[in-house]
C-alpha cells in the first residue's frame, strides 16, 4: 500500500484524491497547501494529514508517492525536493518550464533510484488509445498528418499565475502541452522541427491565448496543432488523422462531452464504437504505481515528457523569431 501525498489542493486535485481512493494499492496520507481554508476543507473532506508546507509533507514518513499538483514554475523545484527525500513523484503536466528544469529532475530521480513520471493522461482515454491502436494496426493505412483543434472560451475564474506569461500561465503551457503530447504518442517518433504563432490577441493578460504549430516528425509526419481561447466565438474540439488507406477523426460532443471516433473511406463517416469512461486519472495513477512495484518504466516516461517540453518551449521561440526552429535534442 502506497502513502499518497498530494501537494496544491487547486482545480486539478480532486481528479488526484478520487484516483488515491478509487486504488487499492493506494491511500491517501496528507495533502499539502499554502492556502489554509482550502488545505482545511480537503483534510476535513478526506479525513487525511494537512501540511501548509510542502517540506512538511515530505518529512512524513508515510507518504512515499507525491503528486505535485502545483502552478508550472514550482515544479522543479518541488519534485526535485521530493526526490531527495525518497519519494516517487507524479508531476502534473508540464514537467517544467524549460528543458533544463526537466534534466534537473531527471538527475535527481537517476540519483535517487526513485520513480519519476508527468501527467500526461490523455493516453489513458479509451478513445485516445483506440486511435492508437487502429494507428498501430494500420486499419487505415500509413499515418501522413494529423490536426488536432480545440476552441474554447476563455475561463475567467482562473487564479492570476493562469493569465501570467512571468508565472508560465497561458493557453500553450496549461492545454498546449497535451496537444504536443498526443502528436508524439500517436506519431510515435519524435519532433526534429516546429513552427509556431504561440501569442496573446484577445485578451489583455500576459499570457497567450492562440496557438498555432505545424511539427515535423523524424519519420516524415507532420501535425498541426491549434488551440484558441476566444473571446467570442463557436465551441470546437476535433482531431483529423489522414491515412494512406482512409481517415480517422475524433469528435467531441459538446453537449456530450464524449469523445466520438470515426472511420472516413470513400466519402463516408463509420462510428466505431468505444465505451468512453472518465477513469483516466485512476488509470494513470495505477500505471504508475505498478511501475514503481515492478520497478519497470512508467508509462510516461521522464525523457519523454522532457522532449515535450523541449516541443513546446521551441514552438515558443519560433513563434518569437517568426522562423522555423529545429529542434537540438531529437
Ligand atoms: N491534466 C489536466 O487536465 C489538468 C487540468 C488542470 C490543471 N492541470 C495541471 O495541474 C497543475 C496545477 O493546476 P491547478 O489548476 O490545480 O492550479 P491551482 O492554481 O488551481 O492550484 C494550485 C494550488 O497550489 C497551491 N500552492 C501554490 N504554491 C504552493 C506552495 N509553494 N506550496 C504548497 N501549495 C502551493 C495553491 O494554493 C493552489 O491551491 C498545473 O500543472 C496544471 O497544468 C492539469
Known sequence: MHGVGIIGAGSVSPGHLQAVAT?????????ADTDAERLA???????????????????????DLVIVCLPHGLHCEVTVAALEAG??????KPMAVNVEEC?????SAQRTGKQLSVGHMHR?????RAVQKLLREQAVGDLVCLCDEAYRPFNPNRPAWYLDKATH?????QNGIHLIDRSCWWVDSRVVAVKALIDSRFFEFSADDVAMALLQF?????STLIHVWWRTGGRRFSTEFVCT???LQLRRGIESGRNDLFIGRDGDWEQVEVTEDHDTTARQLSAFVEAIDAVTEPPVTAEYARHLVAVLTACMESSRLGREVVLQDS
Open 103 to 107: 534534466d534537473a529532475m531527471i538527475a
Open 124 to 128: 489513458f482515454s479509451p478513445t485516445n
Open 245 to 247: 488507406d482512409g481517415m
Open 169 to 173: 500561465g497561458g493557453l500553450w503551457y
Open 23 to 31: 486504488l487499492e494499492s493506494t491511500h491517501l496520507q496528507a495533502v
Open 87 to 92: 519519494k516517487h513523484v507524479l508531476v502534473e
Open 41 to 63: 476543507r480537503v483534510c476535513a473532506e478526506h479525513g487525511c494529514q494537512g501540511y501548509s508546507s510542502y517540506e512538511d509533507l515530505l518529512a512524513d514518513e508515510g507518504v
Open 218 to 222: 523524424e519519420n516524415g509526419v507532420y
